[in-house]
C-alpha cells in the first residue's frame, strides 16, 4: 500500500489544487499511489467530506495537518477535535515539546516534516536549541524540497534512528506522488494509518524519476 | 500557430517548455523600463552587497514569460488569472526553463487551468503556480 503522506489542496493559503483534480492526475498519469493525505497548513480541515471522490476514483484521502513550531513545520496525522482544543492551530509558534506531547496524549502521530530545509526544518535547529525529545519519525523524502535538503534529513534521521516517511508536499496538481510512503499493510483508515505509524512498518519511496 | 478550440485541449497534456531569456541584461532593461531601478537586478557584485545570492529576474517579467509561453501554446485563449508563488529568488545569467500542464477542463464553462513551474538548470522549482484561461469551443 503506498500512500502520499503530505499534500495541500486549495484550503491552504498556498496550495492550489482542487483534490478532485489530484485524483484525475493519479489516475490519467497512472501513478503508483493507493491514496493521499491532505495535510492542511495550520488548520485541520473537520468540513470536507471526499468519499465520492475515494469511491469514483478508488482512491484514499485521508485528513491531517502541518503545523508550525520553533523547529519547523510538523505533520499531524489522526487529528481529533480534543487534539485541536489543546493545541491552536493556527498559530505559528507552536512548541514541538507541546506538539508531540499533545498527539501522543490524543493517540495521534507528529512527524517534522521536509527536515532538511533551512528554517523550516527541524534539522536547522538543532543546533542552537538540541535535539527535541519524543521524535521518532520524521519525513526523509519530501518532493519539495532539493536533494541535498533530503541527504540532510536522510542521514540526520539515519543517526539519531528515526524512521522515515515519504511525501510529495503538493500544492499544484502536478506535483502529487513524487515521494510516498510504502507500508505493509492495507490502510483503509487514519486510525489504520496511525497504528501502522506507530508500528514502523513503512519506508518512504521516491517516484520522482517515474514522474519526469 | 494554429487556433485551439476547448475539445483540442486534453487534460495531461504538456505545453512545449519555453526557456526565458533570464540574462541580466534583459532582467535590468525590464527593471529599468517599470521604475524599479537598483542594483538587485542589474548587478551580481552589488546585488550580494546587499546580501542577495546575485542578481535577479523580475517576478514580473517572470510572470509575463509564463503568459507568454500560454499564448504561443493557444494564440486565441484569454488569460483570466496568473497566479505564481516564488519559492526562490529567478537569479539573472542561469538558465532556466519553464514548464505547464493542463490540470482541469471546463468544457461547458470554456476554462483550462494549467499549472506552471520555473526551474533553473539544477531542476530546482523556483516558481510554481497556476494559471486560468478561456479557450472558445
Same mark, same amino acid.
Given at each position: 500500500?503506498?500512500?502520499?503522506?503530505?499534500?495541500?489542496?486549495?484550503?491552504?493559503?498556498?496550495?492550489?489544487?482542487?483534490?478532485e483534480?489530484?485524483?484525475?492526475w493519479?489516475?490519467?498519469?497512472?501513478?503508483?499511489?493507493?491514496?493521499?493525505?491532505?495535510?492542511?497548513?495550520?488548520?485541520?480541515d473537520?468540513?470536507?467530506?471526499?468519499?465520492?471522490?475515494?469511491?469514483?476514483?478508488?482512491?484514499?484521502?485521508?485528513?491531517?495537518?502541518?503545523?508550525?513550531?520553533?523547529?519547523?513545520?510538523?505533520?499531524?496525522?489522526?487529528?481529533?477535535?480534543?487534539?485541536?482544543?489543546?493545541?491552536?492551530?493556527?498559530?505559528?509558534?507552536?512548541?514541538?515539546?507541546?506538539?508531540?506531547?499533545?498527539?501522543k496524549?490524543?493517540?495521534?502521530?507528529?512527524?517534522?516534516?521536509?527536515?532538511?530545509?533551512?528554517?523550516?526544518?527541524?534539522?536547522?535547529?538543532?543546533?542552537?536549541?538540541?535535539?527535541?525529545?519524543?521524535?521518532?519519525?520524521?519525513?526523509?523524502?519530501?518532493?519539495?524540497?532539493?536533494?541535498?535538503?533530503d541527504?540532510?534529513?536522510?542521514?540526520?534521521?539515519?543517526?539519531?534512528?528515526?524512521?522515515?516517511?515519504?511525501?510529495?508536499?503538493?500544492?499544484?496538481?502536478?506535483?502529487?506522488?513524487?515521494?510516498?510512503?510504502?507500508?505493509?499493510?492495507?490502510?483503509?483508515?487514519?486510525?489504520?494509518?496511525?497504528?501502522?505509524?506507530?508500528?514502523?512498518?513503512?519506508?518512504?519511496?521516491?517516484?520522482?524519476?517515474?514522474?519526469? | 500557430?494554429?487556433?485551439?478550440?476547448?475539445k483540442?485541449?486534453?487534460f495531461g497534456?504538456?505545453?512545449?517548455?519555453?526557456?526565458?531569456?533570464?540574462?541580466?541584461?534583459?532582467?535590468?532593461?525590464?527593471?529599468s523600463?517599470?521604475?524599479?531601478?537598483?542594483?538587485? =537586478?542589474?548587478?551580481?557584485e552589488? +546585488?550580494? @552587497?546587499e546580501?542577495?545570492?546575485? !542578481?535577479? %529576474?523580475?517576478? /514580473?517579467?517572470?510572470?509575463?514569460?509564463?503568459?507568454?509561453?500560454?499564448?504561443?501554446?493557444?494564440?486565441?485563449?484569454?488569460?483570466?488569472?496568473?497566479?505564481?508563488? =516564488?519559492?526562490?529568488?529567478?537569479? +539573472?545569467? @542561469?538558465?532556466?526553463?519553464?514548464? !505547464?500542464? %493542463?490540470?482541469? /477542463?471546463?468544457?461547458?464553462?470554456?476554462?483550462?487551468?494549467?499549472?506552471?513551474?520555473?526551474?533553473?538548470?539544477?531542476n530546482?522549482?523556483?516558481?510554481?503556480?497556476?494559471?486560468?484561461?478561456?479557450?472558445a469551443?
Amino acid at each position: 500500500m503506498i500512500l502520499d503522506l503530505h499534500t495541500h489542496s486549495v484550503k491552504s493559503d498556498d496550495g492550489r489544487a482542487k483534490v478532485e483534480n489530484y485524483c484525475q492526475w493519479i489516475k490519467a498519469k497512472e501513478i503508483p499511489i493507493d491514496g493521499f493525505v491532505l495535510t492542511e497548513h495550520r488548520q485541520y480541515d473537520f468540513e470536507s467530506d471526499y468519499s465520492s471522490l475515494e469511491k469514483k476514483y478508488n482512491l484514499l484521502i485521508l485528513k491531517g495537518s502541518e503545523v508550525e513550531t520553533e523547529y519547523g513545520h510538523v505533520l499531524i496525522f489522526g487529528v481529533t477535535k480534543m487534539l485541536t482544543t489543546k493545541l491552536d492551530f493556527s498559530r505559528i509558534d507552536l512548541t514541538l515539546r507541546d506538539v508531540i506531547h499533545w498527539s501522543k496524549a490524543c493517540s495521534a502521530v507528529a512527524v517534522p516534516c521536509h527536515p532538511g530545509r533551512p528554517k523550516v526544518g527541524m534539522f536547522a535547529h538543532t543546533d542552537r536549541l538540541g535535539i527535541p525529545e519524543g521524535v521518532e519519525i520524521v519525513e526523509t523524502l519530501n518532493g519539495g524540497s532539493r536533494d541535498e535538503e533530503d541527504k540532510v534529513a536522510i542521514e540526520n534521521a539515519r543517526s539519531l534512528e528515526y524512521k522515515g516517511i515519504g511525501g510529495s508536499d503538493s500544492h499544484i496538481v502536478s506535483h502529487i506522488g513524487r515521494c510516498a510512503t510504502i507500508f505493509t499493510e492495507e490502510i483503509r483508515s487514519m486510525e489504520v494509518l496511525v497504528k501502522e505509524l506507530k508500528k514502523g512498518n513503512f519506508e518512504p519511496i521516491s517516484l520522482r524519476n517515474r514522474l519526469k | 500557430m494554429a487556433d485551439k478550440t476547448i475539445k483540442d485541449v486534453e487534460f495531461g497534456e504538456e505545453l512545449p517548455v519555453f526557456v526565458p531569456d533570464t540574462s541580466l541584461k534583459r532582467a535590468s532593461v525590464f527593471a529599468s523600463l517599470v521604475g524599479w531601478e537598483g542594483p538587485r =537586478f542589474s548587478d551580481h557584485e552589488k +546585488a550580494r @552587497e546587499e546580501g542577495l545570492p546575485g !542578481a535577479m %529576474v523580475p517576478g /514580473i517579467l517572470n510572470q509575463g514569460y509564463l503568459t507568454a509561453m500560454i499564448h504561443q501554446w493557444a494564440p486565441n485563449s484569454t488569460l483570466i488569472s496568473i497566479d505564481t508563488i =516564488f519559492r526562490a529568488p529567478v537569479m +539573472a545569467d @542561469e538558465e532556466h526553463t519553464m514548464k !505547464a500542464i %493542463v490540470t482541469d /477542463i471546463d468544457e461547458e464553462a470554456q476554462i483550462v487551468e494549467l499549472d506552471l513551474t520555473l526551474a533553473n538548470e539544477k531542476n530546482e522549482t523556483r516558481v510554481l503556480g497556476t494559471a486560468r484561461i478561456k479557450i472558445a469551443s
